[in-house]
């Protein structure tokens, strides 16, 4: 599992939502958390994973360093699907690098949308993804598909850490809810035989 997107989306913390403890460092501004290509074994629902967490881009390494990362563990180890990490804020979204992401790795690596900072959305975190506004402009699905950012599937989720929800009923269960659909997903695409580094067939 590779999880990518813009420095200070919260890639690290959605790392972490996935690993069920702090296996990344983070920090509560935009400064960039991941230095290096860094993995983390995790295990959920009796499924033992390795999650990477790459640098964000616009950060530490440049966008070519950044995505020959992934080439790399592509070559390398295989991936199971990529995860890329996105805050609602449109500066979060990276159209032109996604489908450079997706020219260096094989179309059978399907790419998640993971959407975060939503524990304060009003209704379902969903609702983010699916709800017309009343002007009737596009869904905010309906806008990232307009920009050419389609995706195999998608979450809307909290990532606040444990200690942040510890004492706030309504944090804590969308962050409980939050990770149980991101485990779903990764569930979902990691079953079966694991994907052979560069292969073109799952």
């Known amino acids: ?22 296996v990344a460092q983070c920090h509560a501004d935009t400064r960039p958390c991941t230095q290096k290509v860094t993995g983390h074994r995790a295990s959920f629902a009796g499924k033992q994973v390795c999650i990477y967490d790459i640098p964000g881009f616009e950060g530490v390494s440049t966008e070519s360093e950044t995505i020959e990362s992934i080439r790399s563990l592509e070559r ?18 990276m159209p032109d690098t996604l489908r450079e992401i997706r020219r260096v790795v094989p179309s059978e690596v399907p790419i998640v949308a993971v ?16 709800t017309q506004p009343e002007d009737g402009r596009l869904t ?23 200690e942040d929800v510890a004492h706030h009923d309504t944090f804590r269960e969308r962050r409980q809810e939050s990770q149980e659909v991101i485990h779903s997903i990764l569930l979902g695409r990691c079953r079966g035989v694991k994907r052979k580094p560069g292969s073109s067939v799952r």
């Open 140 to 162: 905010n699905g309906q806008a990232l598909e307009q920009r050419g950012m389609s995706f195999d599937e998608h979450a809307c989720v909290t990532t606040l850490p444990l």
């Open 1 to 22: 599992v590779v999880v990518f997107g813009r420095t200070g989306a919260g890639i690290s913390s959605l790392v972490n939502l996935i690993a069920g403890s702090t």
């Open 115 to 130: 959407v975060t900072e939503l524990e304060r959305v009003e209704g379902r975190m969903e609702s983010w993804w699916t």
């Open 76 to 93: 390398e180890r295989g991936i199971d699907v990529l995860v890329y990490c996105m805050r609602k804020a449109r500066q979060t979204m």
